[in-house]
T-cell receptor, first 114, second 113 residues
Framework: KNQVEQSPQSLIILEGKNCTLQ??????????LRWYKQDTGRGPVSLTI?????NTKSNGRYTATLDADTKQSSLHITASQLSDSASYIC?????????????FGPGTSLSVIP | EAGVVQSPRYKIIEKKQPVAFWCNPI?????LYWYLQNLGQGPELLIR????????DSQLPKDRFSAERLKGVDSTLKIQPAELGDSAVYLC???????????FGPGTRLTVL
């Protein structure tokens, strides 16, 4: 069964600190993996996309990693800011025939406090 | 360029009443998605359109939910009659084609009393 799990479910960190969010998936055949950021009351916004051959991708203070062998991904946030408070959703796409089937994780709720 | 537009942003209705949500995708995006999102969970796909054709509606509760995308542009999602368990955020997203990045609207928060 295609599934995406994320940990931790929620996280509280002090402003300026780093944190790492985890994503494990059992999706096959793998097409790509995205991390989305969802602010409260808004729709998700894509942060990064990674394909099978990519191990690391950065977007400002966000760095995503992918281990296709162990089917794990992480999102590392450096020098956190109050505006990083949001839900971070791991989304994995499976190549089904001619289209991608998208599977969303439950998200990690991050709270950055001053 | 405008993003995905949804209306209304909020809707409060009594159970057994009908409700409709509207979505206008980004211009030129052929694929349109409707998702349901419960608090603390990720979005769950209800239906996916490729142009005007519903190509994946396996998760749409067809006894009470219906959707249409006439002319392959904007779309409407309807619930009739609404139940208490339908309270959630309904998200619309669009992409150039299936597999490309999805762009989400702000969602419609539905409360059924």
């Amino acid at each position: 069964k295609n599934q995406v799990e994320q940990s931790p479910q929620s996280l509280i960190i002090l402003e300026g600190k780093n944190c790492t969010l985890q994503c494990n998936y059992t999706v096959s055949p793998f097409s790509n993996l995205r991390w989305y950021k969802q602010d409260t009351g808004r729709g998700p916004v894509s942060l990064t996309i990674m394909t099978f051959s990519e191990n690391t991708k950065s977007n400002g203070r966000y760095t995503a990693t992918l281990d296709a062998d162990t089917k794990q991904s992480s999102l590392h946030i450096t020098a956190s800011q109050l505006s990083d408070s949001a839900s971070y959703i791991c989304v994995v796409s499976a190549k089904i025939s001619s289209y991608d089937k998208v599977i969303f994780g439950p998200g990690t709720s991050l709270s950055v406090i001053p | 360029e405008a993003g995905v537009v949804q209306s209304p942003r909020y809707k409060i209705i009594e159970k057994k009443q009908p409700v409709a949500f509207w979505c206008n995708p980004i211009s030129g995006h052929n694929t349109l998605y409707w998702y349901l999102q419960n608090l603390g969970q990720g979005p769950e796909l209800l239906i996916r359109y490729e142009n005007e054709e519903a190509v994946d509606d396996s998760q749409l509760p067809k006894d009470r939910f219906s959707a249409e995308r006439l002319k392959g542009v904007d779309s409407t999602l309807k619930i009739q009659p609404a139940e208490l368990g339908d309270s959630a955020v309904y998200l619309c997203a669009s992409s150039i084609t299936s597999g490309n990045e999805q762009f989400f609207g702000p969602g419609t928060r539905l409360t059924v009393l």
